[in-house]
Structure formats: C-alpha cells, structure tokens
C-alpha cells in the first residue's frame, strides 16, 4: 500500500488541478490513515504476541499456561515473497 501512495503523491504532482481537488486530498488523508491503522495494527498484535511468549517462559505463568495447553504464537510479519506476489491497489481517476 505504501508503493501505491507513493505513485498516488507524485501522479498528484504532475497534474496541479487533481493537487487541489479537495476529494483528491480526502482521498489521500483516507488512505495515509488506512496504512497508519494497519501499521498500528500489526505492532499492537504483535506486542501482544511477545507479552505471551514471555509469560509462557515465565514462572508461575508458565505453569498455568502448560496446564490450558497455550503454545508460543508467531509474530506478524510479511515475507519477501509474499510482499512480491501481492498486487498493488490500484487506484484510477
């Protein structure tokens, strides 16, 4: 999403009319504020994620975590390969 708001800012400079169209910038302030939600996101899971793993490593936590099964949980992160194969949105006026 990011590479889009990239071409999204610097098509929005070629054409100085589509700069100054106030739906044009909502529609920019919308998506910068999707990508910051989603960026929010991952780091609140992912936060979340290493509390766990440090309290299933942790005594008297760790006990109480064996006895309900709780396993260490991975934390979110995108591949290389999978941020190649994911197609960009594409946004057109």
């Not at 610097?10 to 106030?22: C, D, F, R, T, V």
């Amino acid at each position: 999403m990011s590479g889009t708001l990239k071409s999204l800012f610097a098509l929005s400079e070629n054409y100085p009319n589509l700069k100054a169209n106030q739906s044009f910038l909502e529609l920019q302030r919308e998506l910068t504020d999707t990508e910051n939600k989603i960026q929010a996101s991952r780091r609140f899971y992912n936060s979340n994620v290493l509390s766990l793993n440090t309290k299933l490593d942790m005594f008297p936590s760790n006990a109480i975590g064996r006895a309900f099964e709780f396993t260490k949980q991975e934390f979110f992160k995108l591949d290389e390969s999978e941020q190649e194969a994911r197609k960009p949105v594409t946004v057109s006026f």
